[in-house]
DNA sequence: GCGCACAACGTAAACGTTTTCATGCAGCCT
DNA sequence: AGGCTGCATGAAAACGTTTACGTTGTGCGC
């Protein structure tokens, strides 16, 4: 760090401009000196101080990633897909992973001003419409994960958890289940609705003449099981439970187990996530998977293509399908599984991004 | 952005230099000219440029973080225990979590040059004292995670691998078992190794005269099920297995299960790390617990301390103790335990952070 | 043989801060 | 009353780049 534009400059008997020149391949300078400048600059291992750099170009090629304090996968796979498609795109990421509620969401987005050249933002209750309105900076190129904004400043990219929910809630008709039952997430979380919405709407639709049991969780492993608990303790039982994600799916076993009602064998149950725990619960669970590496890399896409081509896809809503895997908890299709070492074929329900211009 | 300081001043009727001064608090400024232009500023949404500060100032407030390509657990919690620490120190965070090798390790690192202020580095093969030694420049402020470097230039965080399964074999001993197998990681992976001569020590301390049978893995779910078939093939079976991660541990039940072997009945089965899905396996897996956030916020510590007081405690190494978990996989102590909704105590081994300044 | 175009290279400005130094002003002490 | 101390403020340098512009020199066409 030490060593500077400068230094190579003196020592290859140049000027500073055509060391900068020779260093980023712009041409102007003769091969035989570009070469030397190279050597020297390899030799004192300079390497630019990026800083100074971004000062006058107005890049930083880094982006940034702002979202709530979860933990577990979804973040984890997340991160990785956006960095991973970040590296492609000779980006950086600078990331704020622990935000609790807006204030801190808000402090974390003014420290990234001037540092990125644009961002990814999960939504989270409090980062909403409103609060991105005054706290970003409308020129800077922003990619929303999970907002229900339709298309304001910035590029929105959903999980299509409406479709995923109706398709296997079709899967679940054609196994010839029709007292379904659904455990919802909080109210405030927009997957959780979207999810809710789906449910609903394919029963209308998939099974109509029937009013499906919904009872209500917050997405934890506890409520799951209360919500297990609840189900069974009404006069007719579910033929299946449809829990909002996986966490709860895995609380409503417990909950069965306990009660001495088997899986699949006395009810069905599937969940939504395809965590990893998923697979590895007795039965293993069915449930609807969504490709988050694959949703980090397309937020990834789509704001390196706005940062390229300012205006070019901004206020634009797409989304990412699911796919839903079957493995024992509902019962019928490919039937008992022993051995959970060979691969699953997970049925793509929709996968086409769609794009939704507007603005 | 396009906001800079010089429109607050003229707005504000100041120079520059004291707006600098007021907005920085750093006194030489009157209380009613300070007022007057941090409202200026407020109006105008100004927020320094962050290049341009640390340009002259030198200092970036943000560390990098740079670790190999890992999914799943680990890697979301490590870095959410580094960024909520960072968070604490007033420092942001740039990750480099998918590098393949040392080669683009090297271009991580080299990219990171001048962008941050000091870096935490997840060891992995390639990624050892000779590669830190022509990539890392001296100067800049560096914490190791689970390296073996014993003192170099850098700080160094390891996990207590040794101690840690020190102590589970005492369990496992003190149950009564005395064949106890044991299912190695890769050769080249440091926790892997200092699990494994652990394990050796404490046999050879805890269980003296005999010769466990030691099989190799790879830390994969699927190693860990040709081990499992391996060590039943032998013509006297173990009575515990212990696999120096959790994967390889599931695998081994999975190959038990198809064997018709009991667990915990027939042998006992104990894991390392701890991953959410040991407690959902069936029966839940007894392992030892790694505080992977805890490793993360100190390692952020550590880092802050080198940055703020250069050489301070560079080149020290530093352990950070593990638990032990008693779930059911390995019989004995607690018995069933029909309900895994309620909290489990895990006995710490050993967490003390201890220092073993050198240089 | 002369000028002209073009390529190679150097000079210097610019980016937005922080910080050092100088300046002016007020108040205090003697 | 005069000089000195100290404080608020402004001017300008510095940080390490990129880049617009100017300068030089070379080769080429006529």
New binding site residues.
């Given amino acids: 760090m030490t060593v500077?534009?400068?230094d190579v400059a003196r020592e290859a008997?140049?000027?500073?401009?055509?060391v900068?020149?020779a260093?980023?391949g712009?041409?102007?300078?003769?091969p035989a000196?570009e070469q030397r400048i190279r050597e020297v600059a390899a030799r004192l291992r300079y390497v630019?101080?990026g800083a100074?750099?971004s000062?006058?170009?107005k890049r930083t090629h880094t982006v940034g990633a702002l979202m709530p304090d979860l933990h577990g996968e979804f973040f984890s796979e997340l991160i990785r897909g956006i960095d991973l498609e970040a590296r492609t795109h000779g980006l950086h990421l600078l990331v704020s992973s622990s935000h609790n509620g807006a204030d801190d969401a808000a402090a974390a987005l003014r420290a990234m001003q001037g540092r990125v050249d644009g961002i990814v933002i999960l939504s989270s209750p409090g980062v909403d419409a409103a609060f991105l309105k005054t706290n970003l900076p409308e020129s800077l190129p922003t990619v929303l994960l999970n907002s229900d904004m339709k298309a304001g400043a910035a590029a929105v990219l959903n999980i299509d958890n409406f479709a995923g929910t109706y398709a296997m809630v079709r899967h679940l008709a054609s196994l010839g289940h029709r007292r379904i039952a659904f455990v919802t997430g909080p109210k405030n979380n927009f997957d959780a609705r979207q999810r809710e919405a789906g449910f609903r709407a394919a029963m209308t639709r998939l099974v109509p003449g029937t009013s499906p049991r919904i009872v209500s969780g917050d997405f934890s492993e506890a409520s799951g099981y209360l919500a297990g608990r609840e189900l069974l303790s009404g006069k007719v039982r579910p033929q299946a439970v449809f829990a909002a994600n996986d966490m709860m799916a895995v609380g409503c076993l417990q909950a069965f187990k306990e009660a001495g009602i088997a899986v699949p064998g006395d009810i069905a149950l599937v969940g939504f996530d395809d965590i990893p725990i998923a697979r590895y619960v007795t039965p293993p669970l069915s449930t609807v998977r969504v490709r988050i590496a694959e949703l980090g890399k397309n937020a990834m896409d789509l704001l390196a293509d706005l940062i390229n081509r300012p205006g070019s896809s901004a206020a634009s809503v797409h989304t990412l399908g699911c796919d839903i895997v079957v493995r024992e908890s509902c019962g019928g299709a490919s039937g008992r599984n022993l051995n959970h070492h060979n691969q699953e074929n997970p049925s793509r329900v929709e996968s086409t991004t769609k794009l939704e211009g507007s603005s």
Same sequence: chains 1, 2.
Wanted: aromatic share 0%; glycine share 8%.
């Fill in positions: 500077t534009i400068k008997k140049v000027s500073v401009a055509s900068s020149r260093l980023n712009v041409g102007g300078v003769t000196t630019p101080h100074a750099r000062l006058i170009t």
